[in-house]
Nanobody, 124 residues
């Protein structure tokens, strides 16, 4: 069992930066693929970034490449998403998710555990 709690959301101006963190409980964190998803009103939940258990491989959606960076600290059971050059279209609820197959990392239904989400609003 893994429990996930996101933090770091809020209001930021376009062009600014914001770092999201996800604290995980449970012994399986260091063996879990971790992903960050977002969902804007009226849109499907989208995987923006993911990372393998030891951090050796990462995935980024085209819309966030070169702006977002995912990282993890297995000693602290945390995964973070550094977001730079934020745009109004980055406004969404951001979710941390755990435990999916790396070959299906972009599919929300493949993840076993989810956080409650944190709202990020980018003002233009």
């Amino acid at each position: 069992q893994v429990q996930l709690v996101e933090s770091g959301g809020g209001l930021v101006q376009a062009g600014g930066s914001l770092r999201l963190s996800c604290a995980a409980s449970g012994r399986t964190f260091s063996r879990s693929v971790m992903g960050w998803f977002r969902q804007a009103p009226g849109k499907e939940r989208e995987c923006v970034a993911a990372i393998t258990p030891l951090g050796g491989s990462t995935y980024y959606a085209d819309s966030v490449k070169d702006r977002f960076t995912i990282s993890r600290d297995n000693a602290k059971n945390t995964v973070s998403l550094q977001r730079n050059s934020l745009r109004s279209e980055d406004t969404a609820v951001y979710y941390c998710a755990a435990d999916a197959s790396w070959t299906k990392v972009t599919r929300a239904r493949e993840y076993r555990y989810w956080g409650q989400g944190t709202q990020v609003t980018v003002s233009s």
